[in-house]
């Protein structure tokens, strides 16, 4: 009985990796990567645009 509990462990892990691996992965417009992604690019070209009008010290 023992053998099987220790069987179980590396079992469940693998089941929880593949849930979480599926969950981490997911794909959706709902507050995913691709909404972030888009805000940061956005946000940087600001800074960008901000610099190239700032003044140069010379």
Same mark, same amino acid.
């Given at each position: 009985?023992?053998?099987?509990?220790?069987?179980?462990?590396?079992?469940?892990? @693998? !089941?929880?990796?593949?849930?979480?691996?599926?969950? $981490?992965?997911? +794909?959706?417009?709902?507050? =995913?990567?691709?909404?972030?992604?888009?805000? @940061? !690019?956005?946000?940087?070209?600001?800074?960008?645009? $901000?610099?190239? +009008?700032?003044?140069?010290? =010379?």
């Amino acid at each position: 009985m023992a053998v099987l509990v220790w069987l179980l462990i590396p079992v469940a892990g @693998g !089941v929880v990796a593949g849930i979480w691996s599926a969950w $981490a992965t997911r +794909r959706g417009n709902s507050g =995913g990567r691709n909404v972030r992604d888009s805000v @940061g !690019v956005r946000g940087y070209e600001a800074f960008r645009a $901000a610099m190239e +009008r700032a003044p140069a010290d =010379g």
